[in-house]
């Protein structure tokens, strides 16, 4: 009987990419191919897309993701760190070119589909070859690729990996993926506001007091394009406070990302007086929201707890629209929960190109991704009985 070996072919552009990726990528937006262009078209200056396709004999039967990181253009630390930091210093230096199969921007599995009959660990075999490919591509160019690493996965995900041969890696456990659940029984928020506790239901009406004389509107193509200097202030001054940075996105991201997917990214502005004063951003990926970059003016935010009010307003879209789940990502844990999202633990895989740094990754892991300590917070009933 005829042998049906698993190959791979590396793309560089979605132009290149084959007509059946697409019914591939049904299942998940973030590997489709209109998403994909968003990132040709409107990539960070320090981030490469490379697509990757599966192939048995001449059919497609997988698909993913890989990203080149060059650390050495951003301010990894963020505005925590002024005039000279070792820490950044050493980043920089043995740390910062970076080989990602997965996708940076986002939380959660962006990183491959397989098709029904695919097997997932020949697959994940053949994925890390193409890693390796890109590796020495870039060796070539005269970029030496310091780390390797694969991001989001579950822990049932994780012995695939480990069957499929992937040696020397360090499995790591940062910050969770926040989710929101919708419940069976909520049609609205009336039905939300009635399942929180005396506490919450006090906390969300008096965010909602605070946030008086706040317009939020939807914003279309062109009106995020005319405002895209206010916008690109606003995205900053919330990027620049994050404890860790690897990208910084360009100014007309929010615009590309809006013409090409159209309803399925939705942009919502927060205006004060007129003056656009915070906003935050939705994209539609089947039965999920997963919430995108957000921006505000820190002295608004404060004043009219605009945060909060942003992650309710998540809620509430999803509640109304009967999404499954809302997205929240990584960071600002114990707010996000005070709403009403679990978190999931997420793992990843890194391993460092040189043998002997390579020996000392977690503790290096530790050193430059130190654990955050949080409260998770339980803004339900007790006798409320959870079913989503």
Not at 274 to 296: E, P, R, S
Request: proline share 3%.
């Amino acid at each position: 009987m005829p042998t049906h070996t698993l190959h791979y072919k590396i793309y560089n552009s979605v132009a290149a990419l084959p007509e059946q990726w697409d019914t591939l990528a049904q299942p998940n937006i973030f590997l489709s191919t209109a998403y994909l262009s968003v990132l040709e078209q409107s990539t960070p200056e320090n981030l490469t897309p490379h697509f990757i396709g599966l192939f048995k004999d001449d059919a497609l039967c997988g698909i993913a993701l890989a990203q080149y990181i060059n650390l050495n253009g951003v301010n990894t630390l963020g505005q925590r760190e002024k005039g000279f930091c070792l820490r950044e210093y050493f980043f920089k230096k043995f740390i910062s070119q970076v080989l990602v199969l997965g996708n940076n921007m986002l939380t959660g599995q962006n990183a491959y589909l397989l098709s029904d009959r695919n097997d997932e660990v020949a697959a994940l075999r053949a994925f890390e070859n193409a890693l390796l490919e890109l590796k020495n591509q870039y060796r070539k160019k005269g970029t030496h690729i310091t780390l390797i690493t694969i991001k989001d996965f579950n822990e049932a995900e994780l012995p695939n990996f480990e069957a499929a041969g992937y040696s020397g890696y360090y499995k790591f456990c940062t910050q969770p993926n926040m989710i929101f659940s919708k419940r069976r029984h909520w049609d609205n928020m009336k039905d939300y506001l009635a399942d929180l506790s005396t506490k919450y239901r006090t906390q969300y009406n008096r965010a909602r007091k605070k946030a008086t004389g706040i317009e939020k509107r939807q914003l279309c193509c062109d009106e995020i394009l005319q405002q895209s200097t206010t916008i690109q202030q606003l995205y900053l001054t919330v990027a620049g406070n994050a404890s860790f940075n690897t990208f910084h996105l360009p100014e007309h991201h929010f615009y590309t990302f809006k013409k090409l997917l159209g309803d399925n990214f939705r942009f919502y502005g927060y205006f004060l007086d007129g003056k656009l004063v915070g906003f935050n951003t939705l994209i539609k990926n089947g039965a999920d929201m997963d919430t995108y970059f957000l921006g505000y003016d820190a002295t608004i935010q404060r004043d009219k707890m605009l945060y909060l009010n942003m992650l309710y307003d998540m809620a509430a879209y999803s509640i109304h629209k009967q999404f499954s789940h809302v997205i929240y990502g990584r960071s600002a844990m114990e707010i996000k929960s005070s709403v009403g999202a679990q978190a999931e633990p997420v793992y990843g895989l890194i391993k460092h190109t040189s043998p002997i740094i390579n020996r000392s990754m977690e503790c290096l892991f530790h050193y430059f991704e130190p654990k955050v300590s949080w409260n998770e917070r339980s803004p339900f009933k007790a006798e409320v009985p959870v079913t989503v």
